[in-house]
């Protein structure tokens, strides 16, 4: 479609826990939107709204089933989301593009396999969590699983983590007074992190749950965030916090994270709903 010509875009609108996004069909039309675009889209007053928007593409390899790419509500591209890729299983068998119950999507991360269960829950594999700070990436001289975070002249102890996106985490003693709108924007464009971080707030409950609220880059706080809750997870074992699998309870709902250790992939299991499809004119 062409960027100057005005288009009706057929787009079905879901969420992963609240978690929520606008889903375009980039296989059997071709789509290149706009910065601007995207942004209309995203808005809740004078768009349809949403946290992100995700766009189903062909693959550009033969093992491959999709692509998967990702637009924050800002306009931005992102390397991954994990409630997405539920809604992005269940969209794509839903639109008939696929009957495969598992699939294989590449993703600007690397490649993803998301599984579309029996009771209708989709669990992800969303690959292995990396803690190199370069390839986070974060400035740091050291490896060390905590280190210190200066946010607002004071210092805060962090777990800086990829899950193909880097993520922040800290743990707080009370998830309803965590500093979210505060401190969320301030880590979120640290110069520590070059690409910016999505930053999450923890509060351990017991060794298998905990409460997550995440402030995420290019979208502000969220309802859940899938990634969020596989970094949190991955910090509170690696901090010997918590052991596997855990119940991350979010403002939108309850996602269930596994991970066995250093080299192995996180799965993430949770609901994918479709809220509504339309046709929206740009």
């Known amino acids: 479609m062409s960027r100057d010509a005005a288009m009706k875009l057929k787009f079905s609108k879901m969420h992963g826990l609240g978690n929520d996004f606008v889903v375009l069909d980039g296989v059997r039309q071709h789509i290149d939107l706009t910065p601007t675009q995207l942004r209309a889209l995203a808005d809740r007053h004078f768009g349809i709204g949403c946290d992100q928007i995700l766009l189903v593409e062909k693959p550009s390899q033969p093992d491959i089933d999709f692509r998967y790419r990702i637009f924050n509500a800002d306009g931005s591209e992102v390397e991954q989301c994990g409630n997405g890729a539920r809604c992005f299983v269940r969209f794509v068998h839903d639109q008939g593009l696929t009957d495969k119950a598992e699939i294989r999507v590449e993703t600007m991360s690397g490649v993803i396999g998301p599984r579309l269960e029996a009771n ?3 669990t992800v594999d969303m690959g292995v969590p990396v803690f190199e700070p370069e390839r986070i990436p974060f400035v740091s001289p050291s490896n060390e699983i905590v280190q210190p975070l200066m946010v607002r002249d004071r210092e805060v102890m962090i777990t800086a983590v990829s899950m193909g996106n880097p ?3 800290q743990v707080v003693p009370d998830i309803d007074l965590a500093p979210v709108a505060k401190d969320g924007p301030q880590i979120e464009s640290h110069p520590r992190f070059p690409q910016r971080v999505n930053a999450g707030f923890m509060e351990i409950i017991d060794r298998h749950s905990i409460l997550l609220r995440v402030y995420e880059r290019g979208a502000g706080e969220t309802l859940a965030c899938g990634t969020g809750a596989c970094a949190a997870v991955v910090a509170g074992i690696s901090r010997g916090l918590v052991d596997s ?9 309850e996602l269930n994270i596994a991970w066995n250790g250093a080299g192995t992939p996180v799965l993430m299991t949770g609901p994918a709903v479709t809220v509504f499809s339309g046709q929206i004119e740009l």
């Open 245 to 253: 699998p855990v119940r991350v309870e979010t403002r939108g709902g």
């Open 120 to 122: 209708g829950l989709v």
């Open 167 to 169: 993520h922040a985490v």
